[in-house]
Each structure stands twice: as structure tokens, then as C-alpha cells.
């Protein structure tokens, strides 16, 4: 059990991104599982419900540029390019439980994104939805090119280490700066003032009212604050501001 937290303090003890990918690669397979992604969804709570809803991923809320994957590239491409997001019936189910997922209990019957993943040499996996204090929603999964349902003893042995890997990996990612991985330059009170109204649905021109400013002058301070986020639109400007709690709706 020393050795096991050992391992556990070198994912939280990383100091880059290629560190602590490496780290977590050789504790998944430790576990018998040679496949995993990890990826933070930008959310403020909305995400969640938005999902539950209208069951897919609103644009802003899909996951952040910087995942962990040791995922076949040919089964990413594939379900980026299918969209299977929004059919994924353990990104559903991660939106309502923090308990682990089991990937063959987590639909009824055949589905098509367990069908095509088996095609790319992920047969069989568990998925841990990790949901922060504030919001924060990421989801950490480990498979493997074999059934679990022919070793369900093993998947069980090791479930509760996955899930301190998860917590782990989820906790090192925030410190090196994660979920977005961006190095974000300080925004300005105008800048917040008019994302906070942004988040509020107002336009360019109403928030220019409230703060007694002219609407080009609106628009300046949402460009510069779209900028220094990285962000390719308001919406996405305002997910990202609220997922790291530089403004607060």
C-alpha cells in the first residue's frame, strides 16, 4: 500500500504535462489497463444540466484542448468526426453519478460508440467522472482490448485505485494550471464587469447602457478579454471566465 501512494504522490509531485502524462500511463497499466484519456469539460454547473436536457454537449462546454490520452489516434479522429459525444451513453451517465462506470453496464443493449470503439482495440473500460466543488466536471477513463466481463474480479481488484488515480490526476492537472492550460493575463474591472454581463445575456449595447459606456467601447473590452482567454467567442469567453472563477454570475 506504501509503494501504491508512492506512486499516487508522483502524479501530485509532476512539474510538466509530459511528466505527469508518463506518470499516470505507467500506473494505468500497473492495473492491467494500457488505454486511458483523461480530459477537464469547461463547465460551470451548466454543462451538466445543459446535457441532461437536450442531451449534448453545447459547444462551449466540450472538452478543453489539453487531454490525456493514450487512445488509439484513428478512434479520437473517428469520434470527434461522429460526434459521438452526444450519443456516449457514459458521458451521459457521468453527468449523475460520481460513482466509477463500468462501460458494459452503462448501456442497454448494443450501442454504436461501444460497437466502434471495440474496432479500435478498446473493448472494455471503466470511466470516472470526477465533479469539483465548483463546478469543474472532467472525466478520466481506462481500457483495455479485452472483455472485462470475462475478469470482472479484476476490473474490481483494481477500481479503487483507479479512482485515487483519477482524484490524483484531476488535482495535479489544476495545479499545472489545467482545466484550460492557458497562461491567462490578468483581466481588467472593465473587462470582468462586462463579461459578468455578458453571462447575464445582455448584448453589446445594453451592457454599454448599464455601464454608461458606448457600445464599440463594449465590444473593445470583450475583445481583449476574448483574447487574453484564448477563446474563439464570447459564449466561450464567458464559459471559460466562470470556469475559472474570474467572474462569478
Not at 460520481?98 to 473493448?123: K, M
Not at 449595447?205 to 483574447?227: C, D, M, Q, R, Y
Not at 466561450?236 to 454570475?249: D, E, G, N, T, W
Amino acid at each position: 500500500m506504501k509503494h501504491d501512494l508512492y506512486l499516487f504522490e508522483n502524479l501530485l509531485t509532476a512539474t510538466s504535462r509530459e511528466e505527469l502524462h508518463n506518470g499516470v500511463v505507467k500506473l494505468a497499466g500497473e492495473f492491467g489497463f494500457p488505454s486511458l484519456f483523461f480530459s477537464p469539460l469547461v463547465d460551470s454547473g451548466g454543462a451538466k444540466k445543459f446535457f441532461r436536457d437536450h442531451g449534448q454537449i453545447a459547444p462551449e462546454h466540450l472538452p478543453a484542448r489539453n487531454i490525456y490520452t493514450t487512445y488509439p489516434e484513428s478512434w479520437l479522429v473517428r469520434y470527434q468526426q461522429a460526434e459521438h459525444i452526444h450519443r456516449d451513453p457514459v458521458v451521459r451517465q457521468a453527468t449523475q453519478t460520481t460513482l466509477p462506470i463500468y462501460w458494459d453496464r452503462s448501456s442497454q443493449g448494443r450501442n454504436v460508440v461501444f460497437d466502434e470503439a471495440r474496432e479500435h482495440g478498446l473493448a472494455e473500460g471503466i470511466t470516472i467522472p470526477i465533479h469539483g466543488a465548483n463546478g469543474e466536471w472532467s472525466l478520466f477513463s481506462v481500457a483495455s482490448d479485452s472483455s472485462l466481463r470475462h475478469d470482472r474480479s479484476h476490473a474490481s481488484a483494481f477500481v479503487g485505485q483507479i479512482q485515487l488515480s483519477a482524484f490524483y490526476m484531476s488535482e495535479a492537472a489544476r495545479r499545472l494550471g489545467e482545466p484550460t492550460g492557458l497562461a491567462i493575463r490578468a483581466l481588467t474591472k472593465r473587462e470582468k464587469e462586462c463579461l459578468l454581463w455578458a453571462a447575464q445575456g445582455k448584448t453589446s449595447w445594453e451592457i454599454g447602457n448599464i455601464l454608461s459606456i458606448s457600445e464599440p467601447t463594449v465590444v473593445f473590452h470583450l475583445t481583449n478579454a476574448k483574447n487574453k482567454l484564448q477563446a474563439t467567442n464570447r459564449r466561450q469567453a464567458v464559459a471559460k471566465a466562470i470556469s475559472l472563477r474570474l467572474i462569478q454570475p
